[in-house]
C-alpha cells in the first residue's frame, strides 16, 4: 500500500458521512447536484479537479492551473476565518495535499501531490499583529505549487477567462457550472470525499462587482472549487470548458448549513483580468 493511499484512507475514518445508496449520476436541472460518474472523471473539465485536504481532514477543492499549480480559496488554509482568525494554519505546508480527479463512490484517483508553496491573497490572510487590511472577500484565493516530483498533465489544466462586471462578456442569466467535494449530511454519500457537479445561471450584482453571484448547489468542501461556462466553439479560453470563477461561500442558515433552496445564490471570485495575472504569477 503507497504511503498516499494509506493516507487517503486515514481521511475517510473521519469523513461526516458514511456512503450511502441509491445516489443519481445525470445531471439534473438548476440548482440540483449530481454525483460525476467514473467515466467523466477521466475528461475535462472534472479531470482537473482536485480535493484538497490539511492533515487527516478533508478542506476543500481546487483546480488545477499549470503543471505544478492549483487555486483554492485562501479562507481554507487559515486558521479559522469564521470566527475571525485569518492567520494561516500551522504546520500548512507539511501537512497539505491535493487529490486530482478523485471520487470514492466510484474508486477513482488520479494521484496525489504534496505541497511546497501555499500562497494566500495577502488582503485575505493576516500577516502579524499590525496587519489591518486582511479578510477580505474579493480576495479569497490561493495558489498552491506541487513538489517538483509531482506534475499535472497538459489535458487536466483548466484555462482562466478574465472577465469584468459590465463588459458584456459573461450576462446575467447565462448558464454556468461547477463541481466540488460537498461534505452535507442532508444528502446521501456527501462526505467530501465525493465529486459533484451542479448547474446554475449567472445572478446580478448586489454588492461588490468583483464578485460573481450564481445559482446551483453549494456546500461545505465546495470552496476553491471552480466555476466555469461552457462553448462548442468561439470560445474565449480557447478551450471548451472557461473558468470564471473561484466558489468562496454562500448563505448560511440556522443550522450552519448551506442553504438548501434550490435557486439561493452562491459567491464566487469573479475571475478577473487582474485576478488572472496575479494567479498565473504566483
Known amino acids: 500500500m503507497t ?27 438548476e440548482g440540483d447536484r449530481s454525483l460525476v460518474p467514473k467515466s467523466r472523471l477521466k475528461e475535462r473539465p472534472f479531470n482537473g479537479i482536485t480535493l484538497v485536504t490539511v492533515g487527516n481532514r478533508v478542506v476543500c477543492t481546487g483546480f488545477v492551473v499549470a503543471p505544478r499549480k492549483v487555486v483554492t480559496a485562501a479562507h481554507c488554509l487559515v486558521r479559522n476565518a469564521g470566527e475571525g482568525d485569518y492567520r494561516l494554519k500551522s504546520g500548512l505546508l507539511k501537512d497539505l495535499r491535493v487529490y486530482r480527479a478523485f471520487s470514492r463512490t466510484v474508486s477513482a484517483s ?5 505541497i511546497s508553496r501555499a500562497w494566500a491573497h495577502s488582503r485575505f490572510v493576516r500577516g502579524g499583529p499590525n496587519d489591518q ?3 477580505s ?20 489544466i483548466m484555462r482562466m477567462w478574465g472577465t469584468e462586471w459590465g463588459d ?16 452535507d449530511p442532508r444528502f446521501p454519500g456527501m462526505n467530501g470525499l465525493n465529486m459533484w457537479r451542479t448547474e446554475g445561471r449567472v445572478r446580478p450584482i448586489q454588492n461588490d462587482r468583483r464578485h460573481l453571484i450564481f445559482t446551483g448547489f453549494i ?28 466558489v468562496t461561500e454562500c448563505a448560511i442558515n440556522s443550522n450552519g448549513l448551506c442553504r438548501k433552496k434550490r435557486l439561493s445564490e452562491r459567491v464566487a471570485v ?13
Open 110 to 114: 488520479s494521484g496525489s501531490c504534496a
Open 219 to 246: 456546500s461545505s468542501g465546495m470552496s476553491g472549487g471552480p466555476v466555469w461556462r461552457t462553448y462548442q466553439k468561439d470560445s474565449p479560453c480557447g478551450r471548451t470548458h472557461c473558468v470564471v470563477g473561484i
Open 168 to 183: 458584456g462578456k459573461l450576462r446575467t442569466g447565462q448558464l454556468i457550472r461547477t463541481a466540488g467535494y460537498p461534505a
Open 133 to 135: 487590511r486582511y479578510g
Open 3 to 29: 504511503r498516499a493511499i494509506a493516507r487517503l484512507l486515514a481521511i475517510m475514518v473521519i469523513a461526516v458521512l458514511a456512503l450511502g445508496a441509491g445516489i443519481s449520476t445525470t445531471q439534473a436541472a
Open 270 to 282: 469573479r475571475i478577473t483580468p487582474q485576478v488572472k495575472r496575479v494567479i498565473k504569477s504566483k
Open 137 to 156: 472577500r474579493v480576495h479569497d484565493y490561493a495558489v498552491l505549487t506541487t513538489k517538483s516530483g509531482c506534475r499535472f498533465p497538459w489535458k487536466s
